[in-house]
């Protein structure tokens, strides 16, 4: 009976994670338990399937039961290619003149088969985006009934498993800072879809009934753009909507009341947040800025609980470290190390109680720069680079690089990958593979 108990428990964790329903997995941290998920690919080696992916979109797919989503968006005329790595230059203000579609996919997570291709929208985009962001940079979200589709200012749109339209929800095209785009993916939890809209005129969080689409309510912000996404934080004392902001990192009841804040985010803010152990940890990390801080809270805050720049903790921030976080990439916290991964292509690692430096910047070989975040299995750090080459890395208290997988030479990554079961979904900038032992 005991063998049979204990096996059991060893089952459970493998089937939930059959499904990745969202960003980073269903508690945001990119982290899988399957010991049959592969460590080594290339363009060949361990591909069950590769399938072209037609448009241009950063969204991460997701994945439930059999099916495999993601989103792309079709120029029927010229667009211009991204440039890789971190620079200037990239503000494209005017906005595109020719019509888009926007597209919906549904794949085979077998065989890697189009189930079907469905147009939510057909027209002229209403805002520029950065020439590195794309129309479909927001990855979808699903509770097993509907798949959830934000396209920023072209609207969020409910779809069933058939791919038909449930229901759509209409956003206004509001200015984002340079005219950068958007980028903030909704999140579910229980009967409730939340979005949160920062830009440079009227920033808001959005709470929506999932099955209908109505708005419940909405919290106006006093935020500029900003392209976190929002986290759903359940923790010991109650549960909470965390949104990150380059003014202030805000924290929501689930009325949309603001339980508490902090001030001292970097100017940009893009990594999405998440908890464990019962700390929530909080990222920002504009390169051109001096301040690039990584937060640890504790639950149960109330009211402004900023710590300056003399100070690293308070009464409800456990730590702080001023000059730790990424850019774009998210942090991962994996074997009780919190691991960070920098754009320009260096890792260190820090303690997730204290924050102590476990090991400083190590350098990533053989890319220009990083945007996806990091994801960990089998004790390995995968790091997904924009020259579509994936860094192995063991984990522990030292840096140990084992080796580099590479994808093809028009595979710019930017997309964080999803883990299903047994099978590591990686979407390029020309394709999705799906990587199987």
Same mark, same amino acid.
């Given at each position: 009976?005991?063998?049979l %108990?204990?096996s ?8 939930? /994670?059959?499904?990745?329903?969202a960003f ?7 982290i899988?338990?399957?010991?049959d998920l ?26 439930? @039961?059999k099916k ?8 029927? @005329? ?12 990239g503000?494209?203000?005017k ?9 919906v996919?549904c794949l085979?997570l077998?065989?890697g ?7 939510v ?14 129309y479909a ?9 509907l ?13 069933d498993?058939q791919?038909?339209?449930?229901w759509?929800?209409?956003v ?15 999140v ?14 009227k920033s ?5 009934d999932?099955?209908t ?15 976190s996404?929002p986290?759903i934080?359940?923790n ?5 909507i965390?949104?990150? @902001? ?10 949309g009341k603001?339980?508490?804040s ?5 100017s ?5 947040p ?7 940890? %909080?990222s ?12 640890a809270i504790?639950?149960?805050? /109330? ?6 720049s ?6 409800f ?11 774009n990439p998210?942090?991962l916290?994996?074997?009780? /190390?919190?691991?960070?991964l920098?754009?320009? @292509? ?8 204290t ?43 030292s840096?140990?690089l084992?080796?580099?997988n /590479?994808?093809?030479?028009d595979?710019?990554?930017m997309?964080t990958?999803?883990?299903a079961g047994?099978?590591?979904?990686i ?6 593979y799906?990587?199987?032992?």
């Amino acid at each position: 009976m005991r063998i049979l %108990i204990f096996s059991l428990a060893l089952l459970l964790p493998l089937s939930a /994670q059959e499904n990745w329903p969202a960003f980073r997995g269903a508690d945001s941290r990119g982290i899988a338990k399957n010991p049959d998920l592969p460590d080594t690919w290339s363009t060949t080696e361990n591909v069950a399937w590769k399938t072209d992916i037609p448009g241009r979109g950063w969204s991460s797919p997701i994945v439930w @039961g059999k099916k495999v989503f993601l989103t792309t968006v079709v120029n029927e @005329g010229e667009t211009e290619s991204p440039k890789k790595g971190l620079y200037f230059g990239g503000n494209r203000l005017k906005i595109p003149d020719t019509n888009h579609l926007w597209k919906v996919l549904c794949l085979d997570l077998e065989s890697g088969k189009v189930l079907w291709d469905k147009n939510v929208h057909k027209g002229k985009p209403k805002s520029p985006i950065h020439l590195k962001n794309s129309y479909a940079s927001e990855t979808p979200v699903t509770d097993g009934e509907l798949v959830y589709c934000y396209f920023g200012s072209m609207g969020l749109f409910a779809m069933d498993f058939q791919g038909k339209v449930v229901w759509s929800h209409e956003v206004p095209a509001y200015k984002t800072r340079y005219g950068w785009g958007t980028s903030s993916s909704p999140v579910l939890h229980k009967d409730r879809l939340y979005l949160v809209n920062d830009n440079d005129e009227k920033s808001s969080l959005l709470a929506l009934d999932k099955k209908t689409g109505k708005e419940i309510w909405r919290t106006p912000r006093e935020e500029k753009s900003n392209w976190s996404n929002p986290y759903i934080w359940e923790n010991k004392k109650r549960t909470e909507i965390i949104v990150p @902001g380059s003014g202030r990192t805000r924290s929501y009841d689930l009325n949309g009341k603001e339980l508490w804040s902090f001030k001292g985010m970097s100017s940009i803010t893009i990594a999405t947040p998440y908890a464990h152990d019962g700390l929530l940890y %909080i990222s920002s990390g504009y390169v051109g800025d001096f301040k690039r801080p990584l937060y640890a809270i504790k639950p149960g805050a /109330q009211g402004d609980i900023s710590v300056t720049s003399k100070k690293t903790s308070n009464d409800f921030i456990a730590w702080s470290n001023w000059k730790a976080a990424p850019y774009n990439p998210s942090t991962l916290l994996y074997q009780d /190390q919190v691991y960070v991964l920098l754009d320009r @292509g260096y890792l260190s690692a820090y303690s997730p109680k204290t924050g102590t430096e476990i090991y400083g910047k190590q350098r990533l070989p053989g890319s220009t720069g990083f945007t996806a975040s990091p994801w960990a299995y089998q004790g390995k750090i995968f790091c997904f680079n924009e020259d579509g080459g994936t860094n192995v890395c063991r984990a522990g208290k030292s840096f140990e690089l084992l080796h580099t997988n /590479q994808l093809a030479e028009d595979d710019m990554g930017m997309a964080t990958p999803a883990l299903a079961g047994k099978n590591l979904l990686i979407r390029t900038s020309a394709r999705i593979y799906c990587i199987r032992k």
